[in-house]
């Protein structure tokens, strides 16, 4: 029996058919052998047979072993955590008192009827508004308003005093009907709506209003007022007048003469004016002191 290496040998050389039968009978003789001779493994470790039930066993202990580790690992770790609780103080949480804003306070609606009368205007204002009304022609522009008033201001001071007298008298009514409003509405004001008109003429600069006192219920003069009034009604007084600056000046200075020479008075020269502030103010007292 030739092997394969020599039947391979053999038809590359070409050899006889002789030698090719017997190869072939060769071949065809051992089907058997052929496939031990070419037959290749790929297991290249030792075989190792394994069974089912001895398998299981082997990998039952290892699954309890990483339970118990696992259990023991969790066990460590809140022990570990209970003592760094119990090392931590407890911490009182203080919370801060919460500071609510201040409200501010809700101001009072003022509507018209609650405001001051207003003043009553002069003579001059009184000519022009009705100089206005008289023009018959209409007012083009901002211009034409100082253009009226131009020609309004020439035609009042080319006026006499009994032209302009009509004018003066008309302020004079005005003015004294205005000072019994003024009067009632002040008697009738409350306190909350005044304070809330001067609040709001402060903000804008202007000055505070204040409560008008009757007349019979104004604390009577000193003495060395009465005296004062007269002083500036004496020629000395006037001299003082003509040579100051100003109104602010003289009422100054001539309350500074004043005053000097009722210092230098005797209780004589003094007795009229005290007696006088005397009596006032004691019937002043009587009207302020309810009857018994």
Do not use: C
């Not at 209970?82 to 201040?102: C, D, G, H, L, T």
């Not at 003043?119 to 034409?144: C, D, S």
């Not at 609040?199 to 060395?224: A, C, N, Y």
């Not at 100003?246 to 003094?270: H, L, N, P, Y």
């Amino acid at each position: 029996m030739l092997t394969l290496l020599t039947q391979r040998i053999s038809y590359r050389l070409g050899t006889s058919s002789a030698v090719r039968g017997v190869a072939r009978a060769s071949v065809t003789t051992t089907p058997i052998a052929l496939p031990s001779l070419t037959r290749r493994t790929f297991l290249t470790g030792t075989p190792r047979l394994s069974f089912a039930g001895t398998a299981a066993a082997a990998t039952k202990p290892s699954a309890k072993r990483t339970t118990a580790g696992a259990g023991a690992k969790t066990g460590t770790k809140k022990a570990a955590a209970s003592k760094a609780k119990e090392s931590k103080p407890n911490k009182k949480v203080v919370k801060e008192p919460v500071v609510q804003e201040a409200k501010k306070p809700a101001h009072l609606k003022l509507t018209k009827a609650d405001m001051p009368p207003t003043h009553p205007p002069n003579a001059w204002v009184l000519f022009f508004t009705k100089y206005i009304k008289g023009v018959t022609q209409p007012i083009v522009g901002i211009r034409g308003i100082p253009n009226l008033l131009k020609e309004a201001a020439a035609l009042w001071n080319n006026m006499s005093d009994v032209e302009k007298q009509p004018y003066k008298d008309e302020v004079a009514t005005l003015k004294a009907a205005f000072e019994i409003k003024r009067q009632s509405y002040f008697d009738s004001v409350p306190a909350g709506t005044l304070t809330e008109i001067n609040r709001r003429r402060k903000d804008k600069g202007l000055p505070m209003v204040h409560k008008l006192v009757r007349e019979e219920d104004r604390r009577p003069q000193t003495s060395f007022l009465r005296y004062l009034e007269d002083f500036r009604t004496t020629p000395d007084g006037q001299a003082l007048f003509a040579s100051s600056k100003g109104a602010r000046s003289w009422i100054t200075s001539s309350a500074v003469t004043a005053g000097q020479q009722w210092k230098a008075m005797t209780e004589a020269q003094k007795a009229p004016y005290v007696e006088a502030a005397h009596k006032d103010f004691a019937a002043w007292k009587a009207k302020k002191t309810p009857d018994a």
